[in-house]
């Protein structure tokens, strides 16, 4: 289709080619080139952290942060059920169990009031995991954990540049994830950040992140670790990325507020949350969850958009419906109705960097065609 207008486009005409063709002309590709260290150095000072480790993707970062904290098996770790499987991967390899809690039907993210009635004597960490441009209400979450002595993990692979009454998201708790995938506010193609304060724990990550190599004895391990080593392409990128953070953040807000502005009317249809009492919406991506009454779901409203040209996606899918971890025989019998819900309801339409007017306008002509 000729005017089809895609789910997510990056912006790169900044600093991009400038900083990637410095990599080609010097010789530096490796992950042992100068642009690495200073991308985590101004990543971490962005996020209000004092240590940054750049590695190869989100998804890597959080295995490394949960294994940095020791997480092992026999451990409980409490997270959201609807989120990506990313953040559950190391939990369960390790032998660790996830324990989960449903969603907030208006914010979509974690309702933290179900979490202090999961805690038990096995419980060793939370997981706070931001979804689609509104932080967690972190507060009482690091209260809880506070009081039971438990180590907090924050995925912020949605957050860069949003805050929680003020405060950086990506500074909360023990240790903080980013993933810097193209339909992220800064990205570096494939990529992701570890940032934390706390200089044992950004140790303990470097060295995972190097397959555990020792300094002395380079090839005897006492640990296992990966290879999630960030190129110095990749960090060129994101520097050249992190310098227009803040207007990219201004951006994705126009762009919600534009789009809520010309979605309002439409019956059955409940739009982001524009804001709470902790944050404005920073709609990493747009949402969308239609009411059961309109008698259409995620599944055909996606398909009839893909017809009229328009690139969508599908919200996630929670972990205790997972086939792959049903398998393993986790989660049975349980039930998170909201989060259920929002899986069958829910889907993003066109949201990324490089999106126009234009197309934005497209996009809610066709998405009103779909839904009358
Ligand atoms: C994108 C994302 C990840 C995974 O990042 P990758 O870089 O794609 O591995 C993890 N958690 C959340 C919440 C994400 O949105």
Redesign the pocket.
């Known amino acids: 289709m000729s005017n089809f207008v895609p789910v997510n486009e990056p912006l790169l005409d900044g600093n991009e080619k400038k900083y990637l063709l410095e990599c080609i002309e010097t010789g530096w590709i490796s992950s042992e080139g100068p642009f690495v260290k200073e991308f985590e150095e101004k990543f971490a000072a962005r996020m209000g952290r004092k240590h940054g480790i750049a590695v190869s993707?989100?998804?890597?970062?959080?295995d490394a942060a949960v294994d940095a904290l020791g997480i092992g098996p026999g451990d409980e770790v409490i997270m959201p059920t609807f989120?990506?499987i990313?953040?559950i991967n190391q939990i369960v390899r390790c032998g660790a169990k996830p324990v989960l809690v449903d969603s907030d039907p208006l914010t979509w993210n974690m309702d933290v009031s179900q979490i202090e009635a999961k805690i038990t004597s096995r419980t060793k960490a939370i997981m706070i995991?931001?979804?689609f441009g509104l932080p967690v209400d972190v507060d009482p979450v690091l209260e809880i954990a506070e009081r039971h002595g438990l180590k907090v993990i924050e995925?912020a692979?949605?957050m860069h540049g949003q805050t929680y009454k003020g405060k950086p998201c990506g500074s909360f708790g023990d240790i903080s994830?980013f993933?810097?995938?193209p339909?992220?506010h800064v990205t570096t193609g494939?990529?992701?950040m570890i940032v934390t304060d706390d200089d044992e724990l950004a140790e303990t990550c470097r060295s995972l992140r190097n397959l555990c190599f020792q300094p002395q004895k380079r090839f005897v391990h006492e640990r296992l670790g990966w290879n999630m080593r960030m190129t110095n392409m990749q960090a060129a990128l994101g520097l050249a990325q992190l310098e227009r953070l803040d207007d990219f953040v201004l951006r994705k807000r126009e762009m919600g507020l534009r789009y809520t502005g010309m979605l309002r009317e439409i019956q059955g249809v409940q739009l982001p949350l524009p804001s709470t009492d902790y944050a404005d919406n920073i709609y990493w991506v747009y949402g969308l969850m239609l009411d059961e009454s309109m008698g259409l779901d995620a599944e055909s409203a996606m398909k009839r958009l893909a017809e009229k040209g328009v690139g969508t996606r599908p919200f996630f899918y929670p972990m205790h419906q997972q086939p792959v971890l049903r398998k393993m025989g986790l989660f049975e019998g349980e039930q998170y109705p909201v989060a259920e819900k929002m899986a069958k309801y829910g889907f993003y339409i066109p949201s990324g960097m490089a999106l126009t007017y234009e197309q934005m306008s497209a996009v809610v002509e066709r998405v009103k065609g779909v839904l009358h």
């Open positions: 993707n989100g998804t890597v970062a959080i989120t990506i990313s953040c995991v931001h979804i995925d692979a949605e994830t993933s810097f995938y339909n992220k494939e990529g992701g």
